[in-house]
């Protein structure tokens, strides 16, 4: 099973006001463990960045301008996240402003279906708690590190906090099925099994018990299927 895990940055609160995405960090699940593989890609928004956002992820317009625009990096970021289910904090901001920036480029939508709310997860299990992504790493011990918001690290802390909220890093106990090849890439030998005792463990059954099975089989005549593999 492979998620993405994923954060933006913007301008802003509302793309239907000229608010546009300023960063992009993503990354790869498989069956709940972190792959390694990672998208990040800072974007020219070719406008101004409002005081209010700068002090949150500290993204100024010069900085940005020598970025990408969006429909550059477009295709490869939906390459990236493919049809995986994608693992956001408060989902219906991120999809807002992905899907506002697919529309401006006549580009299909993507599914709401495709997201999953951490924080609709952690209400749910939390009710009535704080329930952001700082709150939530105080609250299973995560530790952050950062004084300013960037969407890469927010991913890798996200993920985190995610694999906490659904059960811990092994929320299935391992018994999901893995592939050979999948093993192999995980440095799991999948040919793997159990060597043969060299010494026998002794019959727990007594000779009492073994006459009296046999007693027991021979009175059963040709109906004991098991007496013909003698």
């Not at 990354?27 to 974007?43: A, C, D, R, S």
């Not at 993204?59 to 020598?66: H, I, M, N, T």
């Not at 550059?72 to 493919?82: M, N, V």
């Not at 999953?116 to 704080?130: E, N, S, V, W």
Request: some cysteine.
């Amino acid at each position: 099973m492979r998620e993405i895990v994923m954060d933006t940055e913007t301008t802003g609160l509302d793309p239907n006001s000229g608010d546009r995405i300023v960063e992009i960090g993503a990354v790869e699940l498989f069956n709940h463990m972190p792959t390694g593989k990672t998208y990040h890609q800072y974007i020219n928004p070719q406008r101004d960045m409002p005081e209010g956002a700068f002090a949150v992820h500290g993204l100024s317009a010069e900085f940005l301008s020598d970025k990408p625009l969006f429909k550059d990096i477009a295709q490869e970021f939906l390459d990236f996240a493919g049809d995986s289910k994608m693992v956001i904090h408060n989902a219906a901001f991120d999809m807002k402003f992905l899907n506002a920036e697919l529309k401006w480029l006549d580009r299909p939508e993507l599914p709401w279906a495709q997201a999953l709310d951490t924080l609709a997860i952690a209400r749910k299990k939390f009710p009535g708690a704080q329930n952001s992504l700082d709150a939530l790493c105080r609250r299973f011990g995560i530790t952050t590190e950062r004084e300013l918001h960037g969407a890469l690290l927010d991913s890798e802390i996200l993920a985190e906090v995610y694999l906490e909220l659904i059960g811990g890093r092994q929320p299935d106990f391992a018994l999901s099925v893995v592939s050979n090849d999948d093993a192999t890439d995980n440095g799991i030998n999948a040919s793997w099994s159990p060597p043969k005792r060299p010494t026998q463990l002794p019959s727990r059954i007594t000779e009492a018990e073994l006459e009296a099975h046999k007693e027991f089989v021979g009175k059963m005549g040709e109906v004991a299927v098991w007496a013909k593999f003698k």
